[in-house]
Nanobody
Framework: QVQLVESGGGLVQPGGSLRLSCAAS????????MGWYRQAPGKQRELVAT???????NYADSVKGRFTISRDYAKNTVYLQMNSLKPEDTAVYYC????????????????WGQGTQVTVSS
């Protein structure tokens, strides 16, 4: 029905940068909020950043000033630019989106991607 496919994860040294991408496809009429979450081993999944359809952004305190979320409406894609990465940023990063599937139904459904691993280590 709807697929969210993340890419861009990998291994990076402390202080380095990565750019994550998440492309939505399938039964999509309109995408509302999009966001990135992460889950480190033994920890709960936590919010990293979100962006509304209008472009308003919200960040976890731990990433403010280092990460930037953005979106391409034409491509149904959300990005996460991660700079000055720290070992504590190591986690599986998940994409999330609220999507109205058809023009007929106003209902929004929430979707998750499969996750992409980000490892920050020297």
């Amino acid at each position: 029905q709807v697929q969210l496919v993340e890419s861009g994860g990998g291994l990076v040294q402390p202080g380095g940068s990565l750019r994550l991408s998440c492309a939505a496809s399938g039964s999509i009429f309109r995408i509302y909020d999009m966001g990135w979450y992460r889950q480190a081993p033994g920890k709960q999944r936590e919010l990293v950043a979100t962006i509304t359809r209008g472009g308003s952004t919200n960040y976890a305190d731990s990433v403010k000033g280092r990460f930037t979320i953005s979106r391409d409406y034409a491509k149904n894609t959300v990005y996460l630019q991660m700079n000055s990465l720290k070992p504590e940023d190591t986690a599986v990063y998940y994409c999330n989106a609220d999507i109205q599937n058809t023009v007929v139904s106003l209902r929004r459904n929430n979707y998750w991607g499969q996750g992409t691993q980000v490892t920050v280590s020297s």
